[in-house]
């Protein structure tokens, strides 16, 4: 499969922005996505991006794609404790018929926000 | 390694038809199960929270008649589509956290199911 990384750990104060990082190989990738991933709970999908795009805003939520580079980030602005939580990144490429579904994750990246 | 298999892999079913998919964690307790739907190459959505002994938590927009989640042991749950139509073609995923794991944030995926409604 497809490589995914992500730094494992990143701590922020409560109100600094956040930065989450994420590199792959697949040079083919159409759709990358961000997931939240809350203690206990399942991953819910924060957002996306297409490839044909460079940025993406939502409300705090900001990602940046470098396609060159095969570079993606999710930034959190004025991060908050209730953002603490794991953070996935996936990409897929739709149009690779190969596989049952594609969709390959990052190992995820622990943000711990302190007060 | 933990290892979360779901059977069957695949099934092709006539509209109006009812569904059952097994996810079982093979060597490992799972209180949590979790299931999620996937379109065809597609993003990962999550449906519905299975917890053992207890009734399923599901997401907005997923109907919980129509998609019926039982979590009756620690390593079984199972989601049966009901009255399946064409629109609930998808591949579903299951995945299960391990109680009793060194890292019980870390979610194990089933291989996933493939449904096919004609």
């Known amino acids: 499969g497809e490589d995914v990384e992500q730094s494992l750990f990143l701590s922020v104060r409560e109100g600094d922005s956040s930065v989450i990082n994420c590199t792959y190989t697949?040079?083919?990738?159409?759709?990358l996505y961000w997931y939240k991933q809350e203690p206990g709970a399942g991953l819910q999908l924060l957002t996306y991006i297409f490839s044909n795009m460079d940025m993406k805003q939502d409300q705090r939520l900001t990602v940046l794609l470098n396609k060159k580079d095969k570079h993606l980030s999710l930034r959190i602005a004025d991060t908050q404790t209730g953002d603490s939580a794991i953070y996935f990144c996936a990409e897929t490429n739709p149009l690779d018929q190969t596989g049952a579904n594609n969709l390959f994750f990052g190992t995820g990246t622990r943000l711990t926000v302190i007060p | 390694g933990a290892v979360v298999s779901q059977h069957p892999s695949r099934v092709i079913c006539k509209s109006g038809t009812s569904v059952k998919i097994e996810c079982r964690s093979l060597?490992?307790?799972?209180?949590?199960m979790f299931w999620y739907r996937q379109f065809p190459k597609q993003s990962l959505m999550l449906m519905a929270t299975?917890?053992?002994?207890?009734?399923?938590?599901?997401e907005q927009g997923v109907e919980k008649d129509k998609f019926l989640i039982n979590h009756a042991s620690l390593t079984l749950s199972t989601l049966t589509v009901t009255s399946a139509h064409p629109e609930d073609s998808s591949f579903y995923i299951c995945?299960?956290?391990?109680?009793?794991?060194?890292?019980?944030?870390?979610?194990?995926f089933g291989p996933g199911t493939r449904l096919t409604v004609l």
């Open positions: 697949d040079s083919s990738s159409t759709y």
């Open positions: 995945s299960a956290r391990d109680l009793y794991g060194a890292s019980t944030d870390t979610q194990y």
């Open positions: 060597d490992f307790q799972a209180t949590t």
């Open positions: 299975s917890n053992e002994g207890s009734k399923a938590t599901y």
